[in-house]
């Protein structure tokens, strides 16, 4: 148990469909992340947010809109995917302070099928 | 920009052999360094970070030491059991730039046999 929940743990959609990841952290934690993997690839950033606001989008391609409505949810809104999207979507958190060496805690994933 | 550059997998080993997971890094100035462990099924944990030069990081039996001068961090472990079968992941990030999301090397699975 890391204090970072995520859910579904498993999801299936059509490129069509829109569907959202859900991201909880525990650990009172003022920045958060979206990170993809892909099987055989380097993990991704995705998204970075710090006291809900957004920091860093590493190119992202439109269809992932992440939204934070506060420091302790995140969510990735997913409209119109491609197979090539099928892939674990980490989320983490960490605590920001001045001199802080950055480490992460991770959620379990969202394991995203894409069909 | 920062990079990091891991050992391709998978690495199988005996139980009680000595492990070795090679990893390099790219990067200016003095990043920190981790190594994330990923159990399957679960998400990344740290295992184990240096923050200096000859640093050495350690974490149940596991340990890595932060050498500037080769720019690497080879994680290391004397005997090795079934239960470390995992996904290693070596990271760095730089703190002076201001952005603390890591730069990630692409991992190394390791499968221990008993």
């Known amino acids: 148990e890391t204090g970072v929940t995520q859910t579904p743990r498993h999801l299936v959609m059509g490129m069509t469909n829109k569907k959202s990841l859900k991201c909880e952290q525990h650990l009172g934690h003022n920045a958060m992340y979206w990170y993809k993997q892909s099987a055989k690839k380097p993990l991704e950033l995705m998204f970075v947010?710090?006291?809900?606001?957004?920091?860093e989008n590493n190119s992202v391609p439109s269809r992932f809109s992440p939204e934070c409505p506060n420091s302790s949810h995140l969510f990735l809104h997913l409209h119109t995917l491609q197979p090539e999207d099928s892939a674990l979507y980490l989320c983490a958190s960490s605590q920001e302070v001045a001199g802080n060496t950055g480490e992460l805690f991770f959620g379990e994933g969202s394991r995203l099928t894409v069909l | 920009g920062n990079s990091v550059t891991q050992m391709e997998g998978p690495v199988t080993l005996s139980e009680e052999a000595f492990l070795t997971i090679n990893c390099t890094y790219t990067?200016?100035?003095?990043?920190?360094l981790f190594w994330y462990v990923q159990y399957p099924g679960e998400g990344l944990q740290l295992l184990l970070k240096?923050?200096?030069?000859?640093d050495k990081g350690s974490n149940k039996g596991f340990e890595a030491t932060y050498r500037k001068e080769t720019t690497s961090f080879h994680l290391e472990k004397g005997s090795v059991q079934v239960s470390d079968s995992a996904v290693y992941f070596c990271a760095l990030i730089k703190v002076d730039t201001g952005r603390r999301a890591l730069t990630f090397g692409s991992g190394t699975r390791l499968q221990v046999q008993p």
């Open positions: 990067a200016t100035g003095y990043p920190s």
């Open positions: 240096a923050t200096k030069a000859d």
């Open positions: 947010y710090n006291f809900k606001e957004q920091t």
